[in-house]
């Protein structure tokens, strides 16, 4: 009974954290329906339009850079509310807001909370999860981020065509924000999910880990008791105090051996799982499926697909990280994403399209959501110490927005100068060297503790 309790304890307090993740996925999904009403009503040039697309990343980026010295500093908790906070701010202000640069400001805040969330989330799940189910517990983050992005595509397809549909005229605040100026309304939903982020964070205790690193140990025993169980919260707390006894870190710390080896072991590993082209087949698709013969003019709906897809096949990851393993998923995957790449670029280069192109597409985004995408959440919360694991865990999420920008940047210029066959044998190329790189430096993790991987790396240095 006792047991049960104990894993009902974690499982609500993942999925609480795991909101992160899904205001994550929705916030950054939700903008492809908005971009062309946008752009049509407020009469934007291409300058203004890009900088429309991209101010969050801006935000994102700022995000990272204070959320993780700052978790170290005051807490996971409450640097999760500040996320909350920013989402709930950001959709409010960005659907009532009329003026352009409003809507900037408030774009660059909700990619401020997405920042934060992307890095705080995850590191508060893999602290707070038992070792032999860490790695199925910190994959629920990537499964909410997928989730979010569903339900974005879900609703935004709901209400454009709910307005489409609507013939009746009113004068109300619901009629402008839902009908009129429907993608207003599309950002409004996320008030939703942000109050409830907001609200059951109330319950959702602080990090063990953080809590002993700042000496209390009594509070990070009650915590344990309610994860673990009162035995084996002891014997973890006991190996908690014997890790955590060195001074707080910051990046001149990461800079020196062995943690420099470890980020770059994680900030490569997390590149390389962004330039597999993942953003280009996500963000793009629609272009791609046109020119295969698939798709004909409804993007949202095509979405939709993609992002069940990636939601479904994400399960996989779960199910199966902490028994067979982070490593022999994450060479199999990277594997076989590179495969399916490589046949997507040769049915371009042998102009065969329709559903065979479509497979090929679909095959990578399986591979993907079970290796390269959970598993640099996964690793990066698990190889770094408790005193640092905020701030090493930001520089590791700042690189994956970096590569986003980077991959968003020049596909278009890929595509066009290039030709798509070349862009998506680029891709499969980067899979492969994600496969080679993570052959050769990375080590497996799976059922044991965040110390044990601590003193583990301490002795292999």
């Given at each position: 009974m006792a047991q049960e309790k104990t894993k009902h304890f974690v499982a609500l307090i993942t999925l609480i954290a795991a909101l992160g993740g899904f205001l994550f996925g929705f916030d950054m999904a939700v903008v492809s329906g908005i971009i062309e009403p946008v752009k049509v009503q407020y009469g934007l040039t291409a300058a203004q339009e890009g900088l429309f697309v991209s101010c969050a990343l801006l935000g994102c980026i700022g995000g990272v850079a204070f959320s993780g010295y700052l978790s170290d500093t005051i807490g996971r908790r409450k640097v999760l509310f500040i996320a909350a906070f920013l989402f709930l701010i950001s959709a409010l202000g960005f659907a009532l807001s009329k003026e352009y640069g409003a809507l900037i400001f408030f774009r660059v805040l909700a990619g401020v909370g997405v920042g934060v969330a992307s890095n705080v989330s995850p590191l508060y799940i893999s602290e707070i999860a038992p070792a032999n189910k860490?790695?199925?517990?910190?994959?629920?983050?990537?499964?909410?981020?997928?989730?979010?992005?569903?339900?974005?595509?879900?609703?935004?397809?709901?209400?454009?065509?709910?307005?489409?549909?609507?013939?009746?005229?009113?004068?109300?605040?619901?009629?402008?924000?839902?009908?009129?100026?429907?993608?207003?309304?599309?950002?409004?939903?996320?008030?939703?999910?942000?109050?409830?982020?907001?609200?059951?964070?109330?319950?959702?205790?602080?990090?063990?880990?953080?809590?002993?690193?700042?000496?209390?140990?009594?509070?990070?025993?009650?915590?344990?008791?309610?994860?673990?169980?009162?035995?084996?919260?002891?014997?973890?707390?006991?190996?908690?105090?014997?890790?955590?006894?060195?001074?707080?870190?910051?990046?001149?710390?990461?800079?020196?051996?062995?943690?420099?080896?470890?980020?770059?072991?994680?900030?490569?590993?997390?590149?390389?799982?962004?330039?597999?082209?993942?953003?280009?087949?996500?963000?793009?698709?629609?272009?791609?499926?046109?020119?295969a013969g698939i798709v004909a003019n409804d993007a949202l709906f095509y979405q939709v697909i993609l992002g069940a897809a990636n939601m479904l096949f994400t399960f996989i990851a779960i199910l199966k990280v902490d028994s067979w393993g982070?490593?022999?998923?994450?060479?199999?995957?990277?594997?076989?994403?590179?495969?399916?790449?490589?046949?997507?670029?040769?049915?371009?280069?042998?102009?065969?399209?329709?559903?065979?192109?479509?497979?090929?597409?679909?095959?990578?985004?399986?591979?993907?959501?079970?290796?390269?995408?959970?598993?640099?959440?996964?690793?990066?919360?698990?190889?770094?110490?408790?005193?640092?694991?905020?701030?090493?865990?930001?520089?590791?999420?700042?690189?994956?927005?970096?590569?986003?920008?980077?991959?968003?940047?020049?596909?278009?210029?890929?595509?066009?100068?290039?030709?798509?066959?070349?862009s998506f044998f680029i891709f499969a190329f980067f899979c492969l060297l994600s496969f080679i790189y993570a052959k050769m430096n990375l080590f497996e993790t799976k059922g044991k503790s965040l110390e044990e991987i601590e003193k583990s790396v301490a002795v292999n240095q």
């Open positions: 860490r790695g199925g517990l910190v994959t629920f983050y990537q499964l909410a981020i997928t989730i979010g992005i569903l339900t974005a595509y879900l609703s935004n397809l709901f209400l454009q065509r709910n307005a489409i549909n609507y013939t009746g005229s009113s004068s109300s605040l619901l009629h402008w924000l839902f009908i009129e100026n429907v993608w207003r309304g599309m950002f409004l939903v996320g008030v939703i999910p942000a109050l409830a982020f907001a609200l059951l964070l109330l319950i959702v205790p602080e990090s063990p880990r953080w809590l002993v690193q700042h000496g209390k140990a009594a509070a990070a025993l009650a915590v344990l008791t309610k994860i673990s169980g009162h035995q084996d919260a002891v014997v973890e707390l006991n190996t908690i105090k014997e890790m955590s006894s060195q001074k707080k870190g910051g990046f001149s710390e990461l800079m020196r051996l062995p943690l420099r080896k470890l980020l770059v072991l994680a900030m490569t590993l997390t590149a390389l799982s962004q330039f597999s082209g993942i953003n280009g087949v996500i963000f793009y698709g629609p272009t791609i499926m046109k020119s982070r490593r022999p998923l994450y060479l199999y995957g990277s594997m076989l994403a590179a495969i399916a790449l490589a046949l997507t670029g040769f049915c371009f280069w042998l102009n065969i399209t329709g559903w065979l192109m479509l497979g090929c597409i679909i095959l990578f985004l399986l591979f993907f959501a079970f290796s390269l995408g959970p598993l640099k959440f996964v690793i990066s919360t698990e190889i770094f110490p408790t005193h640092i694991r905020g701030t090493a865990l930001s520089v590791c999420i700042m690189t994956m927005w970096v590569s986003d920008w980077v991959v968003n940047l020049l596909f278009p210029v890929m595509r066009d100068e290039l030709g798509i066959t070349v």
